[in-house]
Structures are given as structure tokens and as C-alpha cells.
């Protein structure tokens, strides 16, 4: 038994120095760390410089700390503390550069790889946040004798300010702007850079004319030709709802009501008020067809709910919204949903596009001439947020009376009027 065991343990031997063997005849190590050094003098820097950029032969005088007596250290135990440092330059003309250290109670190193040899020399290293300012001039002296020293001309110009004329007042503003443009002769660099810097954002800076293109690139409007001549090609159904989806709209049952001299029962004081007028014009399909997607999107917003976030809106399950929908084609439940909303929730640009949209196609109804009364009561909304919304489109708001009633009018017509940026009244 004894011997089998130690035949045993010999197997077990001879395989571990086989793996050791193995092991060895691996391939060598590209390089090697040859010794981690302390710099005798000022070591490397790892600098940080956030916002700026910093010329890289920009020179720096080095501040160091005096470490702590000996005795001290030994009280304190461990390991003596690298010393801080400091950095600081004033080479430029108008900046002054402070660098300081980051993460002081971290270790960090800078690795020399020499490539002839593969050896690596690692040295300890600081890690250094630089800041920048601009050199300010000298300040005043602002005693309390200087500050008591007001001359009679000041208590005078004081005195004018308060209690003068408008006449005597534009005069001191008049003596005062040419104080200031004098003394731009005399300014310092501090000042000259500071100007030029606020020169540079000025001269950037979009005019009112670029910035009214870009309110109205991002208008929730539906697509338009804002460029035409004719008020009947800025929106057209096709461009708005697609030729496709247009054409998939049925109103052979609403024309076969109307001849019959029945009514059409809908869910919309606008649609039912219009659908005999439009039915028998001429062009009769294709108005049809705008008045019946404009009814269906009526319906899809009455079937909205309160959303979980914060001024939304949930719609309604696919199955809720054919059945309420009904007749219409799923084509054009799907072009509802997908321009209307997102993933089942509609926010606060999805009901804005809804909203111009009913105001383009009930103004596409009328003949570019709205009486509001109607389209605010179905879309449950106060005159004065369906005046904005027709606005958005375009249209000049005007008011009518008819007895005691006051009828607000929605116009389209070109040029449109879309609203303007409103401009900052100066203080007096």
C-alpha cells in the first residue's frame, strides 16, 4: 500500500514539472518595470485645463510647500507626504495661469517606455487643475477719505438726476455717454480683452429676421407652400393627409343620406352644420373627404384620456378606436395614431398639431373664412386658445355682431400673418 500511495505522489510530481516546463517555454515579456523613482526636482504634471485651451510652451513658475519638521512626522506615523505645489504664470500679456492640485490624496505616475530596450520607467507624477484670469489693473484706493471726497460736480450731477428737467437730465446722459467713449482711448488690456470677447459673441449672434425663420421652421403647423400665391395652394389635403389616405376616405354613404333628404347623425356640431352645404357643391368628393378625416379626428380627440405624466394624454386601444372610428378604412386610424401621437401618449406638440390641423381643415371648409363658434365647442376649448391656435396657421382673428351674440371670425388670406416675436420694451 505504501508503495502504491508513493507511486502516486511521483505521477503527481513528474505532472507538475511537466506544467512547469510547459509554463516556462512561454513566450518572453515585451517589456519589464525596471524601478518606480521620486524625482529629486519638480516632478511631471498631468494638466487640466477645463473650458480653455493652453499653449504648450507656455512657461510656469513652481511654488512648493515646505514639508513638515521631522519630529512632527514621526509623531503622526506613516509614510511623510509628498510636498504640495503650486504653479503660476504671467508670461501672457493679459491672463494669468494658476495651477493647482486635483486629487491630492491620490497617486498617480507617468510611464517613459524606452523602445530599443522595452524597459519602462515609471516616476510619480502631479495631477494639476490650471486655471485662468485676466489680469485686472491696479484697484483704487477706496479709503474712507477718497469715498468722502466727492466733488461739487458730482453732488451737482446727483442733484440733476433727481430732481431735474427731462432737459437737464438728457444733457447729464448727454455728458455722460462721452465720458464713457473717452475713456475707451485710455482703457487697459484687462478691458480691451473683455470688449473684444463681448465683440466676438455680438458679431455671432442671429438677427431677429433668422431668429423669426427658426420659430417658424419649428411652428406646429401642418406642411404648407408659405410661398404661394393663391390662398387655396398653401395647405393642400393631399400634401397634409396623403394622397393615399385621402383617397381611402368613403363618402358615397354620406352623398347617398344627403340626396335622400335624411339627416346624417355625427358627433360634431361643425360636421353636421356643413355636411348638406359641402355635399351639394361642386367639387363635392374631395371636401367630403376633408370633412369626414376633420370628423374623425374630432372623435379620436374626445376618446383621449388623462396620461401618467404630467400633461399628456393616453388615446385609446386599437380596438376602442375602429370601433369608435367606424367606417373609417385602417389606413386612416393608423395615419391618426402615428401623427397624433407616440407610442400612445400624446403630449403637448402632439395636441398643438392636432389643433392647427382642425383649424387648416375647417378653414379649407368655409372657404378660408371660419366662424369659430362651432369647431371651439367640439374641441371643448376657450375662445381665446382657438384664436391662438388659428393664428399659428396664419389667419387674422376679427370680431362680428350679430344682435347680442359676437361672433369671432378666423380669415385666411395672403400674405399669412403668423405671430411675431415679441420685442423687449425698454426701460424708461
Known amino acids: 500500500m505504501a508503495e502504491a500511495s508513493q507511486r502516486k505522489r511521483r505521477r503527481a510530481d513528474d505532472d507538475s514539472s511537466e506544467s512547469k516546463s510547459k509554463k516556462a517555454g512561454g513566450p518572453a515579456a515585451t517589456f519589464s518595470i525596471t ?35 521631522t519630529t512632527k512626522r514621526r509623531k503622526s506615523g506613516g509614510i511623510p507626504a509628498a510636498p504640495e505645489l503650486a504653479l503660476h504664470s504671467s508670461a501672457h500679456t493679459s491672463i494669468d495661469y494658476t495651477a493647482r492640485e486635483a486629487d491630492p490624496l ?96 455680438y458679431k455671432t449672434m442671429a438677427t431677429k429676421e433668422e431668429l423669426q425663420a427658426a420659430v417658424d421652421q419649428v411652428r406646429p403647423v401642418p406642411r404648407g ?4 400665391e393663391d390662398i387655396q395652394d398653401v395647405y393642400i389635403p393631399a400634401e397634409i393627409i396623403g394622397a393615399e389616405v ?13 340626396k335622400k333628404l335624411e339627416p346624417v347623425h355625427v358627433p360634431s356640431r361643425f360636421v353636421a352644420h356643413r355636411i348638406n352645404r359641402v355635399a351639394s357643391s361642386e367639387d363635392a368628393v374631395p371636401r367630403l373627404r376633408v370633412l369626414r378625416y376633420l370628423l374623425w379626428v374630432l372623435i379620436f380627440w374626445a376618446t383621449t384620456g388623462k396620461g401618467r405624466e404630467r400633461g399628456t394624454k393616453s388615446i385609446g386601444k386599437r380596438d376602442k378606436l375602429r370601433e369608435m372610428l367606424a367606417p373609417a378604412p385602417e389606413v386612416v386610424i393608423e395615419n391618426i395614431r402615428r401623427k397624433f401621437s407616440d407610442n400612445g401618449v400624446m403630449r403637448k406638440e402632439h395636441m398643438e398639431l392636432l389643433m392647427t390641423h382642425c383649424c387648416v381643415f375647417a378653414s379649407i371648409i368655409d372657404n378660408y373664412e371660419v366662424n369659430m363658434a362651432d369647431l371651439r365647442e367640439d374641441l371643448k376649448l376657450e375662445q381665446k386658445q382657438l384664436s391662438q391656435y388659428f393664428m399659428e396657421i396664419g ?34
Not at 35 to 41: C, G, S, V
Not at 159 to 173: I, V
Open 246 to 258: 385621402l383617397n381611402a376616405i368613403p363618402v358615397m354613404d354620406w352623398q347617398e343620406t344627403v
Open 395 to 428: 389667419a387674422r382673428i376679427k370680431q362680428s355682431k350679430a344682435g347680442d351674440r359676437v361672433n369671432h371670425i378666423a380669415k385666411l388670406a395672403i400674405p399669412l400673418q403668423f405671430p411675431r416675436i415679441r420685442q423687449v420694451a425698454r426701460r424708461k
Open 225 to 228: 407652400n408659405f410661398n404661394a
Open 35 to 69: 524601478d518606480i523613482q521620486k524625482p529629486q526636482t519638480s516632478p511631471p504634471v498631468l494638466a487640466i485645463t477645463p473650458g480653455f485651451s493652453l499653449n504648450q510652451n507656455q512657461p510656469f513658475n513652481v511654488y512648493e510647500k515646505a514639508s513638515e519638521p
Open 106 to 201: 491620490l497617486n498617480h505616475y507617468v510611464a517613459i517606455v524606452d523602445p530599443k530596450t522595452g524597459e519602462v520607467e515609471i516616476i510619480s507624477a502631479k495631477k494639476m487643475l490650471v486655471r485662468h484670469k485676466v489680469r485686472a489693473k491696479s484697484e483704487l484706493d477706496d479709503s474712507a477719505e477718497n469715498r468722502a471726497a466727492q466733488t461739487q460736480y458730482e453732488k451737482r450731477t446727483a442733484l440733476g438726476e433727481e430732481f431735474g428737467t427731462r432737459k437737464a437730465k438728457k444733457a447729464l446722459k448727454a455728458v455722460a455717454d462721452n465720458a464713457i467713449m473717452a475713456s475707451t482711448d485710455k482703457m487697459g488690456a484687462a478691458e480691451r480683452v473683455m470688449l473684444d470677447s463681448v465683440n466676438d459673441v
